[in-house]
């Protein structure tokens, strides 16, 4: 039997796809019934997405594009209708009649928006008068500064802030109440637009605190890139109650207790032991009023609370004042040996950690990340108490791991609860004052559902809530998550946290992985904040790396190949 021709072969595999479309939609049926009806068209598309780059063959887009035919690969935000009409030019192309095939609305299919339209219209609702601006916009996270501070919140609208971002794992209610009241009065001044998004911190996992250790106050000579020292550096030794001049605010500040200061003058030398029991000598430049001393030393100096240095050839001294302790820190290198325990900080080869409940998510070969990603382990061990780690990446000579750092567990399935017990709390304050809710380390269908219930207990159901993916468990269970958040009528976005995502996925695999996400947004119709240092170089250096200069997108023009996961 001869093989069927090229345009045969394609019809066939067309219309196979299209009745696999149809059966999906037919066995997700109570899916579908249980999707709010403003998405329901969304979320019929989304599953026939799924279901196209599941089963499509990989030579279709090339066998279409040869035949000058749309190849389906850009059409997620509208996919039957683009498919059929493909078939459709398809039969009139080969002169063939109509398929007997006949696409039939399913049970319960909305008679609501799809495609672009749906999209641009839950854009609408998420954003607001963002979206009638132009569509795009830049999303800030508001500094403690700028509580009690109009003019500050002023300056960020006139520079193009449409989206005021609140971190609610920063501060507490009265601070962001400040930035509320900032906010508005900011509005009245500019006369601009700007919606209030409240992030909820989530069950984030980090080191507890360590044991608080002395402080020290390191003074380094500027230098060459070769490393050679080009100047002195410059140490202001500043009395208790002394208010040092604005001339003097780019050197070191040293608190210090001076005796016979009177002694000293231009040209005078200290003499001493730094921290590290390494000689120093620090040269007088000037004494300045309230017995403010600028000094300068050639060599690096380590300066700890009780050291003192003594004039040379006379009887002045200056020590070094109390200075309040730091937090912990461990030396962590290759081949070391931690326990994760929750008890309070015991040093030696423990670690706290604020999260215990997840130990029993765990499994031995797993990695653990700390400090995003600078330092990493494989598990060892697992109980209840505790668990115990290899660090397999640190640098040689060891690196410095603090209190109150990130934890990530790439390939872990933890079952943590979001949102949290600090969660509910912030949430009555997100629902008095918030348009939008940030939903941080949302992993299951489970968080959406208790988010959702928390906000209709407290008469709030309508409030918009977006998904930050920022694990892999979220970037492999996105769909689900877009389909239980869709249940419910109020407006749904995506955010792409490209910092802790690229932390669990590695940097390496972030471009292809954030494509993907918004390649699965734009099949659901739903909006997506594109965020993390997007607009850094364009910040630091007046110019951006790539022609993207927003970090707010409601649609996405990319073309991955790649199928869905």
């Not at 402080?215 to 202001?236: F, K």
Request: some cysteine.
């Amino acid at each position: 039997m001869n093989d069927p021709t090229p345009a045969l072969w394609m019809l066939d595999t067309l219309r196979a796809l299209r009745a696999t479309l149809e059966r999906i939609a037919v066995e997700e049926a109570a899916c579908l019934e249980a999707i709010h009806p403003d998405y329901r068209a969304s979320a019929r598309n989304l599953l026939h997405v799924m279901a196209f780059h599941r089963h499509a063959h990989p030579g279709l887009p090339k066998a279409l594009r040869q035949r000058g035919l749309c190849a389906l690969t850009d059409c997620d935000a509208h996919l039957m209708s683009s498919l059929e009409a493909v078939i459709t030019a398809l039969e009139a192309l080969e002169g063939l009649g109509p398929s007997a095939a006949v696409t039939q609305q399913q049970p319960g299919s909305p008679a609501g928006l799809g495609g672009p339209a749906a999209l641009e219209q839950h854009g609408d609702r998420l954003f607001g008068a963002l979206a009638a601006a132009g569509g795009a916009g830049i999303m800030v996270t508001l500094p403690a500064e700028a509580a009690g501070s109009p003019a500050l919140v002023a300056d960020l609208l006139a520079a193009g802030m449409s989206i005021a971002r609140i971190n609610g794992a920063d501060d507490d209610p009265v601070v962001w109440g400040r930035m509320v009241d900032a906010l508005r009065a900011a509005r009245v001044i500019t006369g601009r637009p700007c919606a209030i998004a409240m992030d909820l911190a989530g069950p984030k996992l980090r080191t507890g605190q360590l044991a608080l250790q002395p402080a020290v106050i390191r003074a380094r000579p500027p230098r060459d890139r070769m490393g050679r020292p080009t100047q002195p550096v410059r140490i202001l030794a500043v009395p208790p109650g002394a208010l040092p001049g604005p001339e003097d605010m780019e050197a070191v500040r040293l608190p210090a207790r001076l005796s016979k200061a009177k002694r000293l003058k231009q040209g005078s030398r200290l003499q001493g032991r730094d921290g590290s029991g390494r000689r120093r000598t620090l040269q007088v430049v000037r004494r300045g009023p309230d017995g403010v001393l600028l000094l300068q030393a050639e060599k690096t100096c380590h300066f700890t609370s009780g050291l003192v240095f003594r004039q040379r050839h006379g009887k002045a001294r200056l020590r070094v004042g109390p200075l309040a302790p730091e937090s912990g820190e461990r030396l962590l290198r290759p081949g070391d040996v931690l326990r994760l325990t929750p008890e309070p900080d015991q040093g030696g080869g423990t670690l706290p950690c604020t999260l215990p409940e997840v130990f029993g998510d765990l499994c031995l070969g797993e990695r653990v990340l700390f400090d995003d990603g600078r330092i990493g382990a494989v598990i060892r061990g697992v109980s209840a108490e505790e668990v115990v780690i290899e660090v397999t990446k640190a640098q040689a000579r060891g690196s410095r791991l603090r209190s109150d750092k990130g934890i990530n567990f790439p390939d872990s399935d933890l079952r943590t609860p979001a949102p949290t017990a600090k969660d509910i709390e912030d949430l009555a304050f997100a629902a008095q004052h918030a348009d939008m809710i940030s939903s941080s380390f949302v992993h299951r269908e489970s968080d959406i559902r208790s988010l959702r219930h928390c906000l209709e207990g407290m008469g709030r159901g309508d409030l918009a809530v977006v998904l930050k993916i920022e694990t892999r468990q979220a970037y492999l269970n996105l769909p689900r998550l877009l389909l239980a958040a869709m249940a419910h009528g109020a407006p749904v976005g995506v955010m792409i946290a490209r910092g802790d995502l690229a932390i669990e996925c590695g940097w390496e695999a972030l471009a292809p992985i954030q494509e993907e996400i918004l390649r699965i947004c734009t099949a659901a119709n739903v909006p997506c904040i594109w965020a993390t240092e997007v607009l850094d170089t364009l910040a630091q250096h007046g110019h951006p790396t790539s022609p993207l200069l927003t970090c707010l997108s409601f649609r996405s023009n990319c073309e991955p190949d790649d199928p869905l996961p």
